[in-house]
């Protein structure tokens, strides 16, 4: 889709997760040769300077908590920032917070993309949305002017 809009001269970001680097589709040399010289308007990798694999992980811990604590009440009490904070660097970030959220809450949700969803409509202060994502969200409000 990035590549048609991209002929088409269309605006277009292209955010990919850092893990998701080594898919054939998503290989950075791949993608340079894709959009030649639009490359670095179009590509973000999510990373970038924070060195982290998941879209997930950009969420402080305390967001988690906080969401958590509406969308998906646990069964055994509150939730903390330490719960998510103690899931990272164990493995894939968002694998481990579905399955903590599965298991310890019977609200917990059906898949990662609901999972997401369901946070980001739980936010309500823009201090909660990860620096990162509102550093984008301004380049591309400036490109659509």
């Known amino acids: 889709?990035?590549?048609?809009?991209?002929?088409?001269?269309?605006?277009?970001?292209?955010?990919?997760?850092?893990?998701?680097?080594?898919?054939?589709?998503f290989?950075?040399?791949?993608?340079?040769?894709?959009?030649g010289k639009a490359?670095?308007?179009?590509v973000r990798f999510l990373d970038e300077p924070q060195k982290l694999n998941e879209f997930e992980?950009?969420?402080?811990?305390?967001?988690?908590?906080?969401?958590?604590n509406?969308?998906?009440?646990?069964?055994?009490?509150?939730?903390h920032?330490?719960?998510f904070k103690a899931l990272r660097g164990n493995g894939k970030f968002s694998k481990e917070?579905?399955?903590?959220?599965?298991?310890?809450?019977?609200a917990g949700p059906g898949d990662k993309?609901?999972?997401?969803?369901q946070l980001a409509s739980s936010l309500i202060h823009p201090e909660q949305v990860p620096t990162k994502l509102r550093e984008i969200f301004t380049e591309l409000t400036r490109q659509a002017e």
């Open 1 to 25: 889709m990035a590549s048609y809009l991209v002929e088409h001269q269309r605006s277009v970001m292209l955010m990919i997760d850092a893990d998701s680097r080594n898919l054939p589709i």
């Open 27 to 35: 290989k950075p040399e791949r993608l340079r040769r894709r959009f």
């Open 39 to 42: 490359h670095d308007d179009i």
């Open 57 to 68: 992980e950009l969420f402080d811990d305390e967001v988690w908590a906080e969401a958590a």
């Open 70 to 79: 509406i969308i998906w009440p646990r069964v055994s009490g509150q939730w």
């Open 81 to 83: 920032a330490g719960d």
């Open 97 to 106: 917070v579905h399955g903590l959220l599965q298991r310890e809450s019977e």
């Open 113 to 117: 993309p609901e999972m997401m969803y």
